[in-house]
């Protein structure tokens, strides 16, 4: 289905990246849109992991910051963009001490307002899960990401969750209550 936006979330390392790559299919303009920057030499493996997981055939941009920008300027340039992953960006936001309740408004407006049929597909971990943090810090980066996930989950045509690797679709098909 072209065109739409797709949100993958999950715990760290369920799949959520490989399944995106899945989604994003194997023909076609294909952009990974990565939010990762390499700040030690375990950041960059994981990196150039990442790119020879991906293989030839995609075009990578990096935007750890400007993501609301990024999005507008790959709407139309690709039939499909992986961004991945939305909770390194907020956590970049965060450290670069930017506002993330005007950063995710932007975000969220790029993708309501998107013009061609490119299909975005955001990865994004489910940190609520877990205890909660002990330090404000910690509290606020897990609380801007469950407003983050809630608020592109609602605008999205697709949502799954990963689990151990499985993908399971909470939207469309599932009907909360109104």
């Known amino acids: 289905m072209a065109g739409n936006v797709t949100l ?10 490989a399944f995106a790559l899945e989604l994003a299919g194997e023909t076609g303009r294909r952009v990974y849109l990565a939010t990762a920057e390499a700040k030690d030499d375990e950041m ?5 992991r990442h790119r020879r997981e ?4 995609w075009k990578t941009v990096e935007e750890p910051l400007k993501l609301a920008a990024a999005t507008k300027r790959l709407d139309g340039a690709a039939d499909a ?11 970049n936001l965060l450290g670069a001490r930017m506002k993330l309740d005007v950063a ?18 955001l990865v994004s971990n489910e940190v609520g899960m877990g205890i909660v943090p002990d330090k404000p810090m910690a509290r606020d980066f897990r609380d ?9 989950a609602a605008l999205a045509d697709e949502v799954y969750l990963m689990v151990a690797g499985i993908p399971i679709n909470i939207k469309p098909t599932c009907n909360p209550p109104t």
Do not use: H, M, Y
């Open 54 to 57: 991906r293989g030839p055939g």
């Open 144 to 152: 801007a990401a469950g407003k983050l996930n809630q608020r592109v």
């Open 81 to 91: 963009v992986v961004v991945d992953c939305l909770t390194l960006w907020l956590s």
């Open 104 to 121: 995710c408004e932007s975000v969220l407006k790029a993708l309501s307002a998107r013009r061609t049929a490119t299909r975005f597909i």
């Open 8 to 17: 993958i979330t999950g715990g760290a390392r369920s799949g959520k990246s």
């Open 44 to 48: 960059g493996d994981r990196i150039a």
